[in-house]
């Protein structure tokens, strides 16, 4: 391949992807659904070989790019239309906090541990798994946050005002699936014992029952106990 075909491919492949893409539509940007993924990464490859691949013709990469967008935009029209189809095609969303509890069964459905939900929740500005109500996880992947009534509508000013009046400036983990975070323990200069004491308070005598745990702002313990161990 000579460098003025080449400079052509790149080109053609480069204006047809643009404007397949704003045919498409926003959502297939913005919005990442299974069937989203699973089209940009054909789209993609369609136009990778459209430049690079000399066995492919220009007429032939253009026509298989088109006709995957013609695809796409008719799968996308099945998923306006059909509820069934969207089910298929998208999924449905998961919820994986409830009334103030981590479904652990909806974590494992989303292949999801506590470490990244608790990412996803700082990105939605919450630090606190006790400040939550409900949690979705949604068909794109990203959270939706109901967070609980008395927790709801706090500013950065009052956020100050709890931290500076507060023992610890935001929730800190101190179990994690059943299994004491010491060095958590140690930074917050508590200790084994009073962790014990904590969790006999609740009615918990094994670590293992817990799920997770964090020491709040006002020094109290949020125990969200494993599934089917407490009740």
Known sequence: MNLPELLGRIAIGFIVLFVLTRIMGRKEISQMTFFNFVSAIAVGSITANLVVNQNLSIRNGVIALVGWTAFTLLMGFMDMKSKKARKVLTGDP??????????????????????????MLRRNNVFSLNEVDYATFETNGKLSVMKKDEKQGLTKKDMNILSSSNKYPVGTEVISDGKVVSQNLTKLNLDQQWLDQQLQQAGI?????????????DGSLFIDDKENQLH
């Open 94 to 119: 998961i919820m994986v906090i409830k009334e103030g509890k981590i479904v652990e069964s909806a974590l494992a459905k989303c292949r999801l541990d506590l470490d990244s939900l608790k990412a």
């Open 205 to 217: 005598d094994d670590v293992s029952k817990v799920f997770y745990a964090e020491v709040e702002p």
